[in-house]
C-alpha cells in the first residue's frame, strides 16, 4: 500500500520541468463566500506517495460537506513505475458548497477492493456577512 507523505490544498501547483520540484501557490484552508450556494474558484490538491510496493492503486477525491455528505471529485488511477516517491495532483475547475461550515477534502486509496482513507483537509466556509459580525470592533 503506498503511504501518504503529504497532500496540500493551494490555489496553483507549478511543477519545475528540470528539477521536478514543486511550488504550492497560496495555500488554502478557509473561504469567505458573499452567499450560498456558490461555487469555489479553481483549486488544487497536491500530494507526495511513498511507494510500498509494485502493485497498481487507485486515488478518490471527496468532498464532505458539515452534514456528512460525500461527492466524489475525482478519481486517479496509479500504475507505480519503480520510483520510490509519486507525484499526485488534483487540479478542481470549481467546487460547490452549499453550506457554511466545516468541509473535508478526503483523500481515499484504493488496492484490489478495498477503499481506506488516508487524509482528510478541512477547508472552512464563511459566509461574508457572518465574517463581519464575528470581527472585533
Known amino acids: 500500500m503506498p503511504r501518504l507523505l503529504y497532500a496540500m490544498v493551494c490555489n496553483d501547483i507549478i511543477v519545475d520541468r528540470e528539477t521536478g520540484a514543486t511550488s504550492f501557490i497560496r495555500t488554502i484552508e478557509h473561504a469567505v463566500v458573499p452567499q450560498l450556494p456558490v461555487t469555489l474558484p479553481p483549486l488544487y490538491v497536491g500530494t507526495m506517495w511513498e511507494m510500498e510496493g509494485k502493485e497498481d492503486f487507485s486515488v478518490a477525491l471527496q468532498l464532505v460537506s458539515p452534514d456528512g455528505k460525500a461527492e466524489t471529485l475525482g478519481v486517479q488511477d496509479v500504475k507505480p513505475t519503480g520510483s ?44 461574508e456577512s457572518a465574517q463581519k459580525e464575528q470581527r472585533p470592533s
Not at 102 to 123: C, F, G, T, Y
Request: glycine share 4%.
Open 84 to 127: 520510490m516517491l509519486h507525484k499526485l495532483n488534483f487540479q478542481l475547475p470549481g467546487v460547490p458548497v452549499a453550506a457554511e461550515g466545516r468541509h473535508l477534502l478526503a483523500l481515499s486509496v484504493r488496492k484490489e477492493s478495498d477503499w481506506e482513507n488516508v487524509q482528510e483537509l478541512p477547508i472552512f466556509i464563511f459566509k
